[in-house]
């Protein structure tokens, strides 16, 4: 298959996989996804998804969120690990936000990125899911992904987000981020294929003899 072939199909059977894709992580607004996907850091969704219904139960806005001790959001928060560094994020973007953006999320990935605890990838995760502006946030399952279907060559995250955006149209990227992670997570794992194993894999490279390496975000 040629490039431009293998992004066709790409696109095409990711679409009839997962033709509504799902947010992963649970929130209810624009704020309590930034918790959320700022938690999700060296954490799985699903240990998120298990601690903010407490967390937001105490907060679920940055005015109630900034009258809660960091110490209180550290304890309700450790499972999902690294909670020194993310309970003072929570605690310090929520004043930020009342005191630079009257109490709401930015609009705006500068002002998103200059939050505490927010990088490239949750600002992109935040502008798509809840602004619906067209982003691309690459994950581990993403660029492992785009690597093995000889998208990028993978030597950063930032080239493989450039790279993808370059490749597919805009219109499609905030869904198709969602399904290659569930793509990634269901079918083409990081043990589970080497990128002779999988559906995609094997039709955009039928003839692949030995295990792809892919090179670490």
Request: glycine content about 4%.
């Given at each position: 298959?040629?490039?431009?072939?293998?992004?066709?199909?790409?696109?095409?059977?990711?679409?009839?996989?997962?033709?509504?894709?799902?947010?992963?992580?649970?929130?209810?607004?624009?704020?309590?996804?930034?918790?959320?996907?700022?938690?999700?850091?060296?954490?799985?969704?699903?240990?998120?998804?298990?601690?903010?219904?407490?967390?937001?139960?105490?907060?679920?806005?940055?005015?109630?969120?900034?009258?809660?001790?960091?110490?209180?959001?550290?304890?309700?928060?450790?499972?999902?690990?690294?909670?020194?560094?993310?309970?003072?994020?929570?605690?310090?973007?929520?004043?930020?936000?009342?005191?630079?953006?009257?109490?709401?999320?930015?609009?705006?990935?500068?002002?998103?990125?200059?939050?505490?605890?927010?990088?490239?990838?949750?600002?992109?995760?935040?502008?798509?899911?809840?602004?619906?502006?067209?982003?691309?946030?690459?994950?581990t399952h993403i660029h492992r992904l785009a690597q093995r279907?000889?998208?990028?060559?993978?030597?950063?995250?930032?080239?493989?987000?450039?790279?993808?955006?370059?490749?597919?149209?805009?219109?499609?990227?905030?869904?198709?981020?969602?399904?290659?992670?569930?793509?990634?997570?269901?079918?083409?794992?990081?043990?589970?294929?080497?990128?002779?194993?999988?559906?995609?894999?094997?039709?955009?490279?039928?003839?692949?003899?030995?295990?792809?390496?892919?090179?670490?975000?």
């Open positions: 298959m040629l490039k431009a072939e293998r992004v066709d199909y790409i696109l095409k059977r990711l679409q009839e996989l997962y033709p509504d894709p799902p947010i992963p992580l649970d929130h209810t607004d624009a704020y309590t996804l930034l918790v959320a996907v700022l938690l999700s850091a060296q954490c799985t969704d699903e240990r998120v998804n298990q601690v903010t219904p407490a967390l937001f139960e105490m907060a679920d806005n940055p005015a109630d969120m900034a009258e809660i001790d960091v110490e209180t959001i550290r304890s309700v928060i450790r499972p999902c690990g690294l909670s020194p560094q993310k309970s003072k994020a929570i605690s310090v973007l929520s004043r930020m936000l009342l005191d630079e953006h009257d109490g709401e999320v930015p609009r705006d990935m500068e002002a998103l990125e200059r939050l505490p605890g927010v990088g490239h990838k949750t600002a992109s995760v935040v502008m798509a899911q809840s602004f619906g502006v067209p982003s691309f946030p690459v994950d279907w000889g998208l990028t060559s993978g030597k950063s995250v930032v080239q493989t987000e450039r790279d993808l955006k370059r490749l597919f149209p805009e219109e499609s990227w905030n869904d198709l981020h969602l399904q290659i992670i569930y793509y990634g997570r269901e079918h083409c794992t990081a043990r589970g294929c080497d990128g002779r194993v999988c559906e995609i894999c094997r039709t955009c490279y039928p003839n692949r003899k030995h295990p792809k390496k892919t090179r670490k975000a």
